[in-house]
């Protein structure tokens, strides 16, 4: 499928490193959201963007600073991430009007 | 906010059986409650949803009914197959908000 990527898959990274996760939807939608899933837990939205413009923070911590440059693109910026931050990072997008959201392969975190 | 519960969170079934799985939600506003599937290593996939309008929605295999009153909805899979060995999840949103809250997710196990 290549209606939503996720770059990279996988990633191992320091607790005093910076990365970022990059999202892109070819889906013409405007709504994009990062959730993360963890082990044994529900699915966690983290950010909502609808039509660029960020209407949801669920408390995430400011470690976490996404960036969304237009209806496309996500990115979810990393830096002095925690080992407990590991989990799975996915990407959806989904079209304002219609609630069906549509997932990325998401990118497997490792902190260290 | 909304809170989602689901249950059980493992399920064993023989091949040919049928396997039903529940949440509850907290949520009276929340009026739109999707269903996805997660296999090993990849993306959660939309397989079936119910708007609040309705108490009971078919597709082949599957079907999911609602009960707005007390507040659960549960997903129905008949005649069982081990491809439909996978990580289920229950969502439940309000319209045009743009957020979900996803149940803890069900892992299902089809023996052949």
């Known amino acids: 499928e290549t209606g939503v990527t996720q770059t990279p898959r996988h990633l191992v990274m320091g607790m005093t490193n910076k990365k970022s996760l990059k999202c892109e939807q070819h889906l013409g939608h405007n709504a994009m959201y990062w959730y993360k899933q963890s082990a044994k837990k529900p699915l966690e939205l983290m950010f909502v963007y609808n039509f660029k413009e960020q209407t949801e923070n669920n408390s995430v911590p400011s470690r976490f600073s996404p960036e969304c440059p237009n209806s496309s693109h996500l990115f979810l910026h990393l830096h002095t991430l925690q080992p407990e931050d590991s989990a799975l990072y996915l990407c959806a997008s989904s079209q304002e009007g219609s609630d069906t959201q549509y997932f990325g392969p998401g990118t497997r975190l490792t902190v260290l | 906010g909304e809170n989602v519960e689901q249950h059980p969170s493992t399920l064993s079934v023989q091949e040919g059986d049928s396997a039903v799985i529940k949440c509850t939600y907290s949520d009276s506003a929340s009026n739109y409650f999707p269903w996805y599937k997660q296999e090993l290593g990849k993306r959660p996939q939309l397989i079936i949803d119910i708007r609040s309008n309705v108490g009971e929605k078919k597709d082949q295999r599957i079907a999911v009914t609602l009960n707005k009153t007390a507040k659960h909805f549960s997903l129905h899979i008949t005649e069982t197959q081990p491809e439909d060995s996978a990580v289920y999840f229950c969502?439940?949103?309000?319209?045009?908000?743009?957020?979900?809250?996803f149940g803890s997710g069900t892992k299902l196990n089809v023996k052949p």
């Open positions: 969502a439940a949103s309000v319209d045009n908000f743009n957020k979900f809250y």
